[in-house]
């Protein structure tokens, strides 16, 4: 049975998908959480820090909903404030310093949009995210487990490897968001879905990301322990790519160019 774009949807915002800190308990050891942005304060929407995976030390950083509404509300649904993006951005600096590579997991319907966090510049915490990451000198891996919402989860995918879970969706604003701009009508969300072109088989298509990842027994051992094998090999490849970012130059450069393949000067 096929399953529509809005399904989809609806099935990327389930609250009984793992979340961030769900793949991170059970995808490392010894992680040890680190908080703060040195600006401002700790944005519990992003959960960052240092773990090993196997015998590689990295650095881990996750975009976190939580699950009851309690935990939700404290985490503003997985929408991060300028001091989480600049709490990531942080961690990613000193990953870059001490050689570690990056693995960002994504799951936000977009960067939090009160006043609050206009006064303290959203817009220029996520440009100057993109900056960073597009000239970070060691691999970074991201994926996206959920929601993946316009600029607020390309500060956290600016990435040698984008990979997608099956059911997560990644798109340059929500359904909803997109039906009120079109036809002043949220309720035509369904139809917003569909052109939206959001799905982890469309968003593969257009080379947005490299692998869609099987959601088969999502949450349990057997997943984690595919997943983690693949993080492995993955990073042990990128650890010899002889030009990181200029690969990740030509990565970026490729999209939306008909054929795809030829490399921009």
């Not at 800190?21 to 929407?45: C, K, S, V």
């Not at 997608?164 to 309720?187: F, H, R, T």
């Amino acid at each position: 049975m096929s399953v529509s774009a809005y399904q989809r949807v609806k099935m990327a915002r389930d609250n009984s998908r793992p979340t961030g800190l769900d793949y991170i308990r059970n995808l490392f050891q010894g992680f040890l959480e680190f908080h703060g942005d040195r600006r401002y304060g700790d944005d519990p929407a992003i959960v960052g820090g240092v773990a090993w995976l196997g015998e590689t030390p990295v650095t881990v950083i996750a975009m976190e909903k939580g699950h009851t509404v309690k935990e939700r509300a404290r985490r503003s649904f997985g929408s991060p404030n300028p001091e989480g993006y600049r709490k990531a951005l942080r961690l990613m600096k000193q990953a870059e310093k001490f050689g570690r590579p990056v693995i960002c997991f994504v799951d936000t319907s977009g960067a939090f949009c009160g006043v609050g966090a206009e006064e303290r510049g959203q817009g220029q915490a996520i440009a100057e995210n993109l900056l960073e990451l597009s000239t970070l000198c060691v691999p970074v891996l991201s994926i996206l487990i959920g929601e993946g919402g316009s600029g607020g989860a390309l500060a956290l995918a600016v990435a040698d490897r984008v990979w997608m879970l099956q059911n997560a969706v990644y798109s340059v604003i929500s359904p909803e968001g997109c039906a009120s701009i079109l036809w002043k009508d949220a309720q035509k969300a369904e139809a917003a879905a569909a052109s939206l072109r959001l799905t982890a088989e469309d968003v593969k298509s257009l080379g947005v990301v490299e692998r869609v990842l099987s959601e088969k027994d999502l949450g349990k051992p057997e997943f984690y322990d595919r997943l983690r094998v693949l993080l492995a090999e993955e990073l042990d490849a990128l650890a010899k790519e002889p030009d990181l970012i200029g690969s990740r130059y030509q990565r970026f450069r490729r999209l939306g160019v008909p054929g795809g393949a030829k490399e921009q000067p």
